[in-house]
């Protein structure tokens, strides 16, 4: 990934995250832990088939070919979204209102 990907992927943003094997992963960043430095992590949180899944993805892993930002939040308090566990989709979404 290149700098300026992984400068927009933040707590609350929208993304798409490519993985070898061509699986997809798409939902929304719920924490971004470590910076910059080597063991780096983002977790990405969606729901399938009403069930909460979570996955957490090294900013360096190989194993990871693309990132696409898809829309970031316009405001967002908070640097952990640990909250989002709890609120239905509809909440989610209006506490996330997004730029396009």
Known sequence: ????TIAKIKAGSRVKVHE????VF????????????TGATFTVRTTVAA????KVYPLNSPTILNVE???SPRKVH???????RNLSARSTRQKLRTKE
């Open 1 to 4: 990934m290149d700098k300026a």
């Open 78 to 84: 908070r640097s952990k979204l640990y909250y989002l």
């Open 51 to 54: 069930v909460g899944v979570e």
């Open 26 to 37: 798409e939902g929304t960043v719920i924490a971004r832990k470590h910076g910059n430095e």
């Open 69 to 71: 930002v898809l829309n």
């Open 20 to 23: 070898k094997g061509g699986s």
